[in-house]
């Protein structure tokens, strides 16, 4: 039986990691290691969280004594590590905070499995989920490739480039067997409402303003977050080795357009006249730093590893929508807070 550590599991991709491997892989013990953050939440994984293959372990990867405890006790056979402080614009308000988690707690789990597996690799397997905004903007045109040199402009992706550098260190270095993937936006169900679309969807529903930063030009490749899940499942199980692959949903939106078309599936779920949703609408002040354009070149893990999206940006908007309108009450208790005190109910 293998033990997989999956990190981050209680936030917006990672829960949805996390119920994929629980779910199809029975014969592997998935241990979610999350610290709840205001990004993690138990409430997105609560229909998986009795299955005799689901383990919970509250804890921060910033603390080493725990977490080379953690690999002293399970020794895992495989990571995959999604845990990070995941947000750009407080990585703007607080850069060391992304330091300590995306930096050193990469390291320390680093570190951790290279002493755990002795150096001693054969059967194990690191995997780094990352993002596409270490590549830095693009112009009007052109593709970030998994040759694309990193040129990270937010501390946000800054602290992922980083991490990026040491993982790819570690397996010159020192052999460790190690994945990467950057990725670009995700959306779907079980996200933060301090995410665009999410974010969006909620206002819309309270009939609060719709922020759009600067002229809303910013042109985003959006990628259903279960087809991640997909493409993350494939790349721990069939990647090759020490190998980089980027992925993507070959759809690129200006973030005014995806607004606008937003604002119409909306109108139409909630019964309300064309136009409505647009009218809230409101320019805000650009954000420091704003890359134009990002745009992912996913050909790699196409050719390679068969990969593509399974839904089209329709398909999954509406059917992330439909998700945000069955499910309010999930909605309510992250807005109002009170998803924090879900642990305390289980867990203690
Ligand atoms: N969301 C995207 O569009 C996107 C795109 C590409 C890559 N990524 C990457 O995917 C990963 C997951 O992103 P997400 O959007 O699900 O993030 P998220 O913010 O929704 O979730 C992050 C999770 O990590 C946990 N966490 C934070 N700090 C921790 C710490 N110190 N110790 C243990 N757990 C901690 C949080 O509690 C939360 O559950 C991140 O590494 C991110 O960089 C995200």
Redesign the pocket.
Same mark, same amino acid.
């Not at 950057?182 to 959306?187: E, P, Q, V, W």
């Given at each position: 039986m293998k033990k997989i550590l999956i990190?981050?599991? #209680?936030?917006?991709?990672?829960?949805h990691v996390v119920r994929r491997f629980v779910n199809k892989y029975p014969e592997y013990q998935i241990y979610n290691?999350?610290?709840?953050?205001? #990004?993690?939440?138990l409430e997105n994984i609560k229909d998986i969280e009795n299955q005799p293959n689901y383990n919970f372990v509250k804890?921060?990867?910033?603390d080493e004594t725990f977490i080379y405890e953690l690999f002293s006790t399970h020794n895992f056979d495989g990571v995959l @590590?999604? #845990?990070?402080?995941? @947000?750009v614009d407080r990585s703007i308000e607080d850069p060391l905070a992304f330091v300590?988690?995306?930096v050193i707690?990469t390291m320390n789990l680093l570190n951790a499995a290279k002493k755990q597996w002795k150096d001693n690799f054969e059967g194990k397997r690191f995997y780094h989920?990352?993002?596409?905004?270490v590549y830095g903007s693009l112009g009007a045109e052109g593709l970030f490739t998994e040759t694309t040199p990193y040129d990270p402009n937010s501390p946000?992706s800054a602290s992922?480039a980083s991490s990026d550098h040491f993982v790819r260190a570690y397996g010159e270095t020192y052999g460790l067997p190690y994945v990467l993937t950057?990725?670009?936006?995700?959306?779907g169900s079980y996200?933060?409402p301090e995410?665009l679309i999410p974010l969006f969807i909620n206002n819309i529903i309270n009939n609060k303003s719709l922020p759009v930063y600067g002229d809303g030009n910013y042109t985003r490749d959006w990628l259903f977050v279960e087809d @991640?899940a997909i493409a993350i499942d494939l790349v721990f199980h069939e990647g090759k080795n020490h190998e980089t692959y980027n992925i993507g949903g070959f759809n690129e939106w200006k973030n005014i357009d995806l607004v606008k078309l937003l604002c119409q599936i909306m109108d139409q779920k909630l019964g309300r006249d064309s136009g409505t949703s647009e009218k809230l609408i409101t320019y805000v002040k650009d954000r420091p730093g704003h890359d134009l354009r990002y745009a992912i070149d996913a050909s790699k893990i196409n050719k390679e590893l068969g990969w593509k999206p399974s839904v089209t940006f329709e398909e999954g908007l509406e059917k992330t929508i439909n998700w945000y309108l069955n499910n309010e009450e999930w909605l309510k208790n992250v807005t109002s807070g009170s998803y924090k005190d879900y642990y305390k109910k289980q867990y203690s």
């Open positions: 990190t981050g599991g #209680a936030g917006f991709i990672g829960s290691l999350d610290a709840l953050t205001y #990004a993690g939440n804890g921060d990867i910033v @590590h999604l #845990a990070a402080e995941s @947000h300590k988690t995306n707690g989920i990352s993002t596409d905004e946000y992922k950057n990725c670009s936006n995700n959306y996200h933060f995410k @991640h």
